[in-house]
């Protein structure tokens, strides 16, 4: 069973960084390396958007808004994924979730992590 969990949301000003973690504490490094991960955000009465994905084999793709300011990367052994999240904009401030698609065609989601930047 999948159990993903966020962490490092806050608050932060207008080109503040944060580092979002989403970490999978049922997951073997073997299984957690297979899955295709990513992060997406919502803003209350606006649909969920995705910002950034990383597959099993390294692909990254990024929403246009974020590139250049956010870079995914994870680390399998620690069954972890991470977004870096640089010289943030009021425009960033939603609720992050992270999501896994297991091998097995399965989506698995996070209950989300709250970033907020504002002065």
């Known amino acids: 069973q999948v159990h993903l969990v966020e962490s490092g949301g806050g608050l932060v000003q207008p080109g503040g960084s944060l580092r979002l973690s989403c970490t999978d504490s049922?997951?073997?490094?073997?299984?957690?390396?297979?899955?295709?991960m990513g992060w997406s955000r919502q803003v209350p009465g606006k649909p969920r958007e995705l910002v950034a994905s990383?597959?099993?084999?390294?692909?990254?793709n990024y929403e246009d808004s974020v590139k250049g300011r956010f870079t995914i990367f994870r680390d399998n052994a620690k069954t972890t994924m991470y977004v870096q999240m640089n010289n943030l904009e009021p425009e960033d401030t939603a609720v992050y979730y992270c999501?896994?698609?297991?091998?097995?065609?399965?989506?698995?989601w996070g209950k989300g992590t709250t970033v907020t930047v504002s002065a």
């Open positions: 999501y896994a698609n297991a091998i097995n065609g399965v989506s698995y």
């Open positions: 049922a997951a073997s490094e073997i299984i957690f390396s297979s899955y295709t």
């Open positions: 990383i597959t099993f084999d390294g692909k990254i």
